[in-house]
């Protein structure tokens, strides 16, 4: 088929081939959960479960959904941040969010009754659902103002991504008692909003993170709650040095003379990410619309000629 090949990145087709493949592997060899799960209780020695827990997915509809996600948002977000960027930002909340979830499996262990201790350092922690949480997080960044029409007259800007997804998700994990999954979803979110937000490096300005006021931790949730937000977001910047000082906003990192009056405000640096965003989607509309044309070209013609339509062979290899 016609651009078949822009369809979707390279990268992100390898990405869904491990989820395809780490679903299969636990399907056909149950015991293989026991080392590729995150369980707290067996992540010494089998130190890879901080990275494999967070891309096994154990249900062939969760499978299926979440490779799907991921090849769409992949779309938006690569062309934007790089594919070695894209490919960091994952394998950092996916690290991250594990670690943590280690962590806070044994302080709960610790404190546990003794009858109930070895619940949770051998619950089996998986799931690609935080990771998807924060690949919303990162379109939220990117393309703040872009509005979808959801079931025809829904209008949701991408900036509600997360926080939708997120209660979403909360609501159906309460549902099925999967109290556990809870872990991943909400580290995954909170991870990718701090290494965005004050880690992730941005090549155009040599700014650390992103400074801009609509990507604040208040932002995910509703208004009336950013003040309090704000507040305690505050403190917490400042006891452990997390924050993004106002007269160093505009100054490089690595100043140069080639560089150093290229470089903007947080303003600046949050408009060029969008303007990014916003062309990579208009590029990927053309690519939909060309791709589309010979398939509409010869259903026309075919129905001028009185022969019928079949759809094979319409469009070029």
């Known amino acids: 088929m016609m651009h078949d090949g822009h369809r979707f990145t390279r990268l992100s087709k390898v990405l869904a081939a491990v989820l395809l493949g780490l679903f299969l592997v636990t399907y056909f060899a149950p015991s293989s959960k026991d080392y590729l799960t995150l ?46 960027e894209f490919l960091k930002l994952i394998l950092v909340v996916d ?31 998986s799931g690609f659902h935080g990771l998807l949480s924060a690949l919303l997080v990162a379109v939220k960044q990117i393309m703040p103002d872009h509005e979808v029409i959801l079931a025809g007259f829904l209008r949701l800007k991408a900036a509600h991504f997360p926080s939708v997804y997120v209660l979403a998700s909360t609501a159906v994990i309460a549902a099925l ?15 990718a909003w701090l290494y ?38 505050g403190v917490l910047g400042k006891m452990f040095r997390l924050r993004h000082d106002a007269h160093a906003e505009a100054k490089p990192l690595l100043p140069t003379a080639a560089t150093g009056t290229l470089l903007g405000s ?52």
Not at 44 to 66: K, R
Not at 97 to 109: G, M, V
Not at 208 to 215: A, L, W
């Open 95 to 125: 690290f991250a969010a594990s670690t943590a979830t280690f962590c806070i499996a044994y302080i709960i262990f610790l404190s546990a009754p003794d009858d109930r201790k070895g619940r949770t350092l051998y619950k089996e922690f």
């Open 196 to 233: 965005l937000r004050f880690f992730q490096h941005q090549p155009e300005t040599s700014i650390m993170g992103d400074p801009s006021e609509d990507f604040k931790f208040s932002s995910f949730f509703p208004a009336a709650a950013a003040g309090p937000i704000d507040a305690a977001a």
């Open 39 to 84: 369980v707290p209780g067996r992540t010494l020695p089998c130190v890879w479960n901080l990275i494999t827990g967070g891309l096994v997915c154990t249900n062939v509809v969760e499978v299926l959904v979440m490779i799907m996600a991921l090849l769409l948002l992949a779309r938006i977000i690569e062309p934007v941040y790089g594919s070695t």
């Open 177 to 191: 008692q999967s109290w556990h999954c809870l872990a991943f979803l909400y580290l995954g979110t909170y991870f």
């Open 266 to 317: 947080n303003a600046v640096d949050a408009n060029r990410r969008r303007e990014r965003g916003a062309k990579a989607l208009e590029e990927r509309l053309e690519m939909k619309k060309i791709a589309d044309a010979p398939v509409v070209e010869s259903a026309a013609a075919a129905a001028a000629s009185g022969l019928p339509h079949t759809g094979s062979g319409s469009r070029l290899a």
